[in-house]
């Protein structure tokens, strides 16, 4: 009942901690607004009213892995692959440094063709400009992580995807989940700050499963955290799933901004995607980030992870830089001028 739920998400607000029976009690409620409210004061208390804003270069779309969900799946043909050659991805970078970001994401799949050296003279070069670094080209072994974060990669993100150990199988043949945990424990202990997330709205996933992915996240202290809901790909074997749920996605947000109250946390491209002012609902949900794309046009459409990423993909998204930059001071928040790492406030108990 309400009073109870009321109880949860002050407890939550004032505590930052919660069992996992009682986060399933509110990821099933239908108080969506009241935890949003609840993360939105948590997040003005930690990290302020400031939007940090990430340029996004989606470097490759070659993919040696199979995940079911992504349309850069290796077995999906219907797509043209590109790769970004170090020319154009250093002026993406300049440009995005030009633009008045302080943040490049080098995005791809798993690219074996992309080589470590190349892309640690990569991370040099763009060091020189003064930004940020933040790579997320998937699992590696620790001597790679190593020679990038010598490199000068500040930052790393690899979603989990999901922590259930069997959904994990059944949507990532080939793939080990193990292997994922060892690469985010070497991505923390090399120094970088380190983000994860999951997916939402998965086939089969439950909300036992959402509340121990958050609990994950407080666990292995992460920095930063992406989430978006699940969209159905054409030419992948979920094509004809249902996807996410909108509600579940902000709440989602909402928890686990009161469970790791300073941590960045981004309103993504996928949320955009699938509801109406999806950005704005994640802003008001908790987070404090945004990355807009600043790849080529070119190769935007191409880099489909799901439908509806670009304009010419019938797509209401804006994830251009001046769109974002609008929406931002229209929420009466702050864009953000610096290089935006995460300030621990919050000490895990
Ligand atoms: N729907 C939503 N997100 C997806 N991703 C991949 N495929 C999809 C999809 N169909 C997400 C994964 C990955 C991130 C880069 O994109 O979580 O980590």
Not at 57 to 85: A, F, H, P, Q, W
Not at 179 to 205: A, H, W
Not at 316 to 337: A, Q, T, Y
């Amino acid at each position: 009942n309400y009073d109870y739920i009321k109880d949860l998400i002050s407890y939550l607000e004032n505590e930052h901690t919660l069992s996992k029976e009682n986060l399933v009690i509110l990821l099933k409620s239908e108080y969506t607004d009241e935890i949003c409210q609840a993360a939105d004061r948590v997040r003005k208390k930690f990290v302020g009213d400031v939007v940090h804003l990430r340029g996004l270069i989606e470097i490759s779309n070659y993919c040696c892995r199979t995940c079911y969900y992504c349309g850069l799946r290796v077995y999906n043909k219907s797509i043209k692959r590109y790769r970004m050659d170090e020319n154009e991805i250093l002026q993406c970078a300049k440009a995005t440094k030009d633009a008045g970001l302080k943040t490049v994401v080098l995005q791809g799949g798993e690219d074996k063709h992309f080589k470590i050296k190349d892309l640690c003279n990569i991370v040099e070069k763009i060091k020189d400009l003064d930004l940020s670094i933040t790579l997320s080209i998937g699992e590696l072994t620790t001597k790679e992580y190593a020679d990038l974060k010598k490199a000068g990669a500040d930052r790393y993100l690899l979603r989990i995807e999901t922590t259930n150990k069997d959904l994990y199988k059944k949507l990532h043949p080939n793939m080990s989940f193990d292997n994922r945990v060892r690469c985010l424990i070497d991505l923390k202990e090399l120094g970088y700050e380190v983000g994860t997330g999951c997916l939402i709205g998965l086939p089969g996933q439950t909300s036992d499963m959402l509340a121990e992915d958050i609990l994950f996240f407080k666990n292995i202290d992460a920095d930063m955290i992406g989430m978006g809901p699940f969209i159905p790909t054409p030419n992948t074997p979920l094509e004809n799933e249902k996807g996410g749920n909108v509600e579940i996605v902000l709440k989602m947000l909402a928890l686990t901004r009161l469970l790791l109250p300073d941590i960045n946390m981004p309103a993504t491209t996928a949320l955009g995607v699938k509801a109406d002012n999806g950005y704005i609902k994640g802003l008001r949900a908790g987070a404090n980030v945004i990355m807009p794309n600043m790849g080529l046009n070119e190769y935007k459409k191409l880099y489909a992870l799901y439908p509806g990423k670009t304009s010419d993909d019938g797509s209401k998204v804006v994830n251009d830089l001046e769109n974002i930059r609008k929406l931002i001071i229209s929420e009466n928040r702050i864009i953000g001028h610096e290089k935006g790492d995460r300030k621990k406030i919050w000490k895990n108990p």
